[in-house]
């Protein structure tokens, strides 16, 4: 009895001896070859990516192509009289592939030398062909060897807080760079530098900076539903993002495409939206509408008399908008909506609310010609 846990010892001895030994195993094969059951070459870029994920990387390997770093190149004049060149840098993408590129006016503007550059690194002088300042926008043209990667063009009209939005540019000159976020809001109004107005701006989480001007803010398919445009925040370089609808560059283009130039349908008014308590107090219907604070327009009637709401001041006793092509008024950037499918010369249709009935009139649209 005694002598039966010694044998047990060395039967284990004898037996690991002979699995280390004799046998010659290769403990690297082997687990090469239990992997192989799960692993094959190919499946480590889409390995634990999340669908999320997926769809940013296909979305951002396609439209990152198509998406140029423009570099404009002002002559300043110094202290003493010296000339001397000061370089901006933005963002475009690509919308025809023969060339055609959108961005923003401020990116372009006053650059007597552009220069195009590819994801490729290649570079190209550019021009530009026409421009839409009140929606900061313009078209630029360079000449290239090859046909080019190009952007599709979606609707920004259907947009919704909370959707996704990937924006693509080169923020700090950094380029190619991606940043993810929602649509933080719709219909946004903002002043820029100059106090010049934009009315009816995307606002985003996706982070913005500057260089990112006038790249593409795309949704959760790839296509472009808005240009990056500007910055709130401190020093202008932290903060909420803004970007110009998309469909504001589509109607700039189809005008493009039709006339060889650019004039914008101008209404000749401004307008406020007031709506629910606020409408009732003015004795107008609580659905509300655009309330007309300024009128150029022939057979539009504009305010009697300024109130204070607040410390806002609205004059009020002109025409109450209420619905625009028979489409009910629900957003202060309706009209603008409205107008972006609109042309020069182009009749529309507003109901309004005056003195207690409602009626029907057709105005036309003017023209505000662009100049370069």
Known sequence: MKLRPLLWALVLVAGFYYVTSMARWNVGQL????????????????AGFSTDETNNIDIYKAAHLATVNITSVVWREGWFFQ??????????????????????HHVVMGGQQLTVTLANKKQYKAK?????????????????????PVLK???????????KVLAIGNPFGLEGTLTTGVVS????????????????????????NPGNSGGP??????NVIGINTAIYGPQGNIGIGFAMPINRAKAMLDEFQKSGHIARPLLGVKTVLVQGDLA????????????????????????????????TPLGIGGDLIVAIDGQPVTRDDDLQRTMNHKHAGDSMELTIYRNG??????????????NL
Do not use: C
């Open 31 to 46: 687990v090469r070859r239990t992997t192989g059951s799960w692993y094959t070459p190919g499946t480590a870029a889409t």
């Open 83 to 104: 000339m001397y060149p000061e370089k901006g840098t933005g963002s475009g993408f690509i919308i025809n592939p023969d060339g055609r590129i959108i961005t923003n």
């Open 128 to 148: 530009v062909l026409g421009v839409d300042r009140k929606n900061d926008l313009a078209i630029v043209k360079i000449e290239p060897r090859e046909k080019l």
């Open 153 to 163: 063009l979606g609707d920004s009209d259907p947009l919704q807080v909370g959707q």
């Open 185 to 208: 809001s719709l219909g946004r109004s903002i002043s820029d530098e100059t106090g010049h107005a934009l009315e009816g701006m995307i606002q985003t989480d996706a982070a913005i």
């Open 217 to 222: 803010l795309l949704d959760s398919r790839g």
């Open 280 to 311: 009732q107090a003015l004795d107008l219907p609580p659905e509300g509408g655009l309330l007309i604070q300024e009128v150029e327009e022939a057979g539009i009637h504009g305010p009697r008399r300024v109130v204070a709401v607040g410390n």
């Open 357 to 370: 009935r409602t009626q029907k009139i057709n105005v036309k649209l003017g023209s505000a010609p662009e």
